[in-house]
Every structure is written in structure tokens, then in C-alpha cells.
């Protein structure tokens, strides 16, 4: 400053020589910026006015050989210093040079959550962190976790990403799905309510062989030529006495049961006859072009009878050829048949995959077998397991046909079925066939007292299965109801002088008695079971059940007239056998199921 006001006062003009210190304010290294954090490598040069004689470098607190281009490459902090003289001789004067390379992408961890119901802890590494710059996402919505550690998400199943990118530039991005436990008390409880919905099933019987006319000669009783088509009935199927190995029966049959809201039709298996006419003649009618974009689909109802032991009351399952026979049955629906992958195979799919199948006579299993009380464990357990590991399906959905096993005439005796065997059996629900065989209705019984007697038998089903513990599968009640029933073929003097004898019969009325029995045994006993997980200090309640709230409603049945149950059209209708009426009973099907 003197030296300053000496040139002003003096007049004379001064110059002076700053440049050595110039050169010390202007950058002493070329290609890398002070503080900056590189994602590759840096290579680097001295400035012009850096003289390696007279300025000596040191990296990282080390001497540093420097060479007239240098390449930093490692991840890591550098600190270049300079010391020595410039160009006048005068100590440097250089701030160190500071700078790091980071091409390694930040770590994202979602850790394990701290406690029930708290969102799992998020943490992520890098040596440059930029903390605004990472983002959460929480089922696809931005997420910012608050101060409390233990944030409360709801239970259940959840999808967190998180991206994020350092200084550098170094991105990385983490998915992953992450279930939630309840952050609360929770108990479990099971019960039955009401179905949503109702599907129609249909029974269906393809062995019908053809005749011209009824009798037969020489006494035979066989097919359609039962006495029930004797000469003195004077009843003749509308269709006539037809062939159920005929696709354009078969195309009619199950084309009328769709225009009239039948959804399920299910088929019997077990009869050489009906075996052969299934897969000829049933299921390629399913792909006919008037039934294949319809709703309508088909199940099995496996007849475990006259498939397994034909003749025989009870069917041993202590024997290799019997259970052998059954898994073996079972095996070819998922690959060989393969009838479960037919894209018109009814399945349940709310809790995964299932192909239902239907179990007739499944008294004749559970009666007895006490020789080997895991036989039947032991075979069902094969097919649950085949249904998954052949026929990759989640399981199956099992409708066990045992409630008529010894119902006797009091109607307060509970229906009848053993409840380890029906958790043996792995069944998903239970259902009644014949409902005349829950017990006679005395001579003069109405539709209501037959309809009455089933819903009871029901109700007491309900109970039992309620009372299972709670290691049991859920269990659904699947109605079956009957549209007539008559059993007086079984009888030979029926042709004879005793043709007003009273066997085990019942008629439909009118249609009327048909929406009674539809509404009362049917519609109204359709329980669906399911779990109920309460959670109080949540205030949530969940239920879940095995069919999105439907119910299968079974009739029996289209065509089973060698037991004069029916609903085709007949040519004639009498009092005594008022069988056919038209397309009324499907309509009203239709109209309660629906």
C-alpha cells in the first residue's frame, strides 16, 4: 500500500510483476475439478506453469512420481498436494486438490420387518450417499417413512421398490415382495353361511341303448325295457327310445340343458357303456360348435359302485386291485383322458386350481373298512397329490356323496356320515344324491314332507361338520335334490296283478311342488364354509372360502329313467306316472338358481 501512494504522490508510474502469483490462483491441474466425484476413470496433467523441478507432488499424503499424464482409476478418496517454489523462487502457495472415484452402484437391502405389522426397515450403502435422491415406492405409490421406525402397513402381501443414485451418477433399483404379518391379536374361527350364488348342476346318464319297442322278447328287463315302459304305462320318451352313443343325441341333450341355465352337467363314469359313451360321444359334444361357446361345462361323477365292485354293497379298500383301480382312475384324468385340462372342465379356481369331481356312493367306502383303518387315507391322499404333481392343478375339489347313510323315518335323528372319513377322504364338500333313500316317506307323503325331511338332514350335516376340529379343511354343503324318483322296476310282480302295489315313489304335481323342492332342500340348504380371521385391535375381519361365495346346487337328475327320475318329455304322462313336463322344470331351474 505504501509502495502504492509513492508512485501517486511522486508521479511516477509504476509496474509490477504479479504474475508468479497469478499462475498460483489458476488451476495446477488439468482434466479433474476440485471436489468432484468421478464414475470412471480420471486421468489428469500438470498445468504449464507447474515446473517438476522446482514442485515437488504427493498423492495421498505419499510422493507421487508424476508423469506428464497420470490415470486414476481405483474407487477411492485422492488428495494431490503441492509444495516447492515458483518460478521467483517464493514458497507455493496451492490448496490441495481434492477428489474421489466411485464407479461401484449403491447396496439396496429390505431387511426383515422389526415387529408384526411394521414395514420392513430399508437400508442403503454407498461411500457417496445423496440421501434426496433415493425414492420408495410401496404397491406402486410413493412411500416416505416417517420418524417412528415401526410405520404400520397393512397385512397381507406387499410390493416395495426403492431406486436410488449416488453423487457419482451410479444408479441401482431393488423389487421385492414382502408379506406383512398382523400387527395385532388375531383368532381364527370357522362356520357356514348362505351362498352369493348358485350354480345348476345336472346329473346325466349316457348308457342308454336303443330298442324298438318295449318289452323286450323272451322277458328281458334290461336298457329302457323296464316295466316302468311296459304296455301298461303306455310312456314313450319324446326323443324315443334313443341312443346315448349318438353325438346328435347327446349335441340335443346337453344344448337344451344350456338354454334352460344348466351350468354344470355331470356326467356318470363307472359303466363299461358309460365310460365308452363319455369319451366318444359326451365330451366331443362339448366342443360342438352350438355348445362350445356356451356357458354350460361338465364335471365326473365318478360312480365308486359299479366302477370299483359292481354288485357290492361295500367296496374294500383294503384290497391292492380296489385301491390300485381307484388312483390309477384318477391318474388318467389328469394325463392319459385327461379330461381335468379340458378347457369345458368345471374348476373352481378362487383359491387356486381345482377340478371338481363328484363321489357317488361314497357309503359304500366309509361302511366298514376297519381291517386297515389307513387304506382309504392312503388312496385319497394319492389322488390329492396327483391332481398336483401330475395334473400341476393346486388340488381337488372333492364333493363327497354320504349323507343318506342309515337316516332312519325320525326326523330328529342327524344324518349319518363319519367324520374321520370324510377328513380321510380330503372332501371339499358333502352332498346328498338320492334323497329317497334318507328315509321312506310314509304312503301319502307330499313333495313338502320329502323336501322338509331333506332340508333337516342338512341342517344336521351342517352341525357336524362344524364341530370338526379345526385341522380339517373347510367344508362345504352342496344341495342335491331330486325331480322324481320311482323304484317299482326293482319289483318283479310290478308287471303282474300287484301293479297299484306303493313302492318308494315320488311324483311331481305339478310344477309347483318342483320350486318347493328347489327352494327349500336346494337353494336354501347351500352353505359354503369358511375361515374367519378376526383381528380387534386392527378392526379388520376376513373371510375366505373355497368358492367365491357359489354354491353348486346338484339335480337329479336329466335322464336316469331306469329309476324314473327325469326331466326330458315324455309322449304320454299319466297320473300314476306324471314324469314328463316339457321344458318347465329347467325353466324353473333357472328361475330360483338364477
Not at 238 to 249: C, K, P, Q, T
Not at 447 to 475: C, E, F, P
Not at 542 to 553: L, P
Request: hydrophobic share 35%; net charge negative; proline share 5%.
Amino acid at each position: 500500500m505504501r509502495l502504492l501512494r509513492f508512485c501517486l504522490l511522486t508521479g511516477f508510474i509504476c509496474f509490477f510483476n504479479n504474475s508468479a502469483r497469478a499462475q498460483e490462483n489458476s488451476p495446477p491441474l488439468v482434466g479433474v475439478e476440485p471436489g468432484m466425484v468421478y464414475k470412471h476413470a480420471v486421468t489428469v496433467q500438470l498445468a504449464d506453469w507447474i515446473v517438476l523441478g522446482n514442485v515437488d507432488v504427493s498423492l495421498n499424503g505419499q510422493p507421487y512420481n508424476w508423469q506428464s499424464s497420470n490415470t486414476f482409476d481405483a474407487d477411492g478418496d485422492y488428495v494431490i498436494e503441492f509444495s516447492g517454489l515458483d518460478s521467483e523462487g517464493n514458497p507455493l502457495s496451492i490448496q490441495p486438490i481434492y477428489f474421489n472415484i466411485d464407479k461401484t452402484p449403491p447396496s439396496i437391502n429390505i431387511n426383515d420387518a422389526s415387529s408384526p405389522g411394521a414395514m420392513p426397515s430399508i437400508t442403503v450403502v454407498d461411500s457417496n450417499l445423496n440421501n434426496q435422491s433415493t425414492e420408495i415406492f410401496l404397491d406402486g405409490q410413493s412411500y416416505v417413512p416417517s420418524e417412528d421406525a415401526n410405520d404400520i402397513i397393512v397385512p397381507g402381501e406387499h410390493t416395495i421398490d426403492v431406486d436410488t443414485v449416488d453423487t457419482a451418477g451410479n444408479t441401482e433399483s431393488v423389487s421385492d415382495v414382502v408379506n406383512i404379518s398382523p400387527s395385532c391379536t388375531t383368532s381364527t374361527t370357522r362356520d357356514h353361511t348362505h351362498a352369493g350364488s348358485y350354480l345348476s348342476a345336472v346329473h346325466y346318464f349316457p348308457w342308454h341303448r336303443p330298442s324298438a319297442e318295449c318289452p323286450l322278447p323272451n322277458g328281458q328287463n334290461s336298457g329302457w325295457c323296464t316295466c316302468v315302459w311296459g304296455p301298461k304305462s303306455g310312456l314313450r320318451p319324446a326323443r324315443g327310445f334313443y341312443d346315448s352313443a349318438n353325438l346328435s343325441v347327446t349335441v340335443s341333450q346337453i344344448s337344451q340343458m344350456a338354454d334352460y341355465g344348466t351350468d354344470i352337467v355331470s356326467i356318470e363314469w363307472g359303466d363299461p357303456a358309460a365310460i365308452s359313451n363319455f369319451l366318444n360321444y359326451v365330451v366331443p359334444a362339448f366342443s360342438n360348435s352350438s355348445i362350445a361357446q356356451r356357458n354350460v361345462k361338465f364335471i365326473l361323477m365318478y360312480d365308486t359302485n359299479i366302477r370299483l365292485a359292481p354288485g357290492v354293497t361295500t367296496i374294500d379298500f383294503t384290497l391292492d386291485s380296489i385301491r390300485n383301480k381307484f388312483t390309477s382312475d384318477f391318474a388318467s384324468f389328469n394325463t392319459g383322458a385327461n379330461y381335468f385340462n379340458n378347457p369345458k372342465y368345471f374348476k373352481f379356481t378362487t383359491s387356486g386350481v381345482r377340478p371338481v369331481v363328484y363321489l357317488y356312493v361314497t357309503r359304500s367306502i366309509i361302511q366298514n373298512n376297519a381291517a386297515c383303518s389307513t387304506c382309504i387315507k392312503t388312496a385319497f391322499d394319492q389322488i390329492h397329490n396327483d391332481a398336483v404333481n401330475i395334473g400341476h392343478f393346486s388340488d381337488l375339489y372333492l364333493v363327497g356323496d354320504h349323507t343318506y347313510n342309515n337316516f332312519t323315518n325320525d326326523p330328529n335323528n342327524p344324518a349319518a356320515f363319519d367324520t374321520n372319513k370324510l377328513k380321510d377322504m380330503g372332501l371339499s364338500a358333502v352332498t346328498s344324491f338320492a334323497p329317497v333313500d334318507q328315509g321312506v316317506i310314509p304312503s301319502g307323503g307330499t313333495v313338502n314332507q320329502w323336501a322338509d325331511k331333506l332340508a333337516l338332514s342338512y341342517q344336521k350335516t351342517i352341525a357336524k361338520i362344524d364341530n370338526l376340529d379345526t385341522s380339517t379343511r373347510l367344508v362345504d354343503l352342496m344341495p342335491g335334490i331330486f325331480v322324481q324318483y320311482n323304484d317299482e322296476w326293482t319289483n318283479t310282480a310290478f308287471c303282474g296283478p300287484r301293479l297299484n302295489d306303493v313302492h318308494v315313489h315320488y311324483h311331481l304335481r305339478n310344477v309347483s311342488d318342483w320350486q318347493y323342492m328347489l327352494t327349500t332342500a336346494g337353494k336354501n340348504q347351500a352353505f359354503l364354509a369358511e375361515q374367519i380371521t378376526v383381528m380387534p385391535q386392527c378392526n379388520e375381519r376376513i373371510r375366505t372360502n373355497n368358492t367365491d361365495g357359489r354354491a353348486i346346487v346338484f339335480t337329479y337328475s336329466y335322464n336316469e329313467w331306469y329309476e324314473g327320475s327325469g326331466m326330458e318329455e315324455l309322449t304320454v304322462r299319466t297320473n300314476r306316472y306324471p314324469y314328463g313336463f316339457g321344458t318347465d322344470i329347467l325353466s324353473m331351474m333357472n328361475q330360483v338358481l338364477h
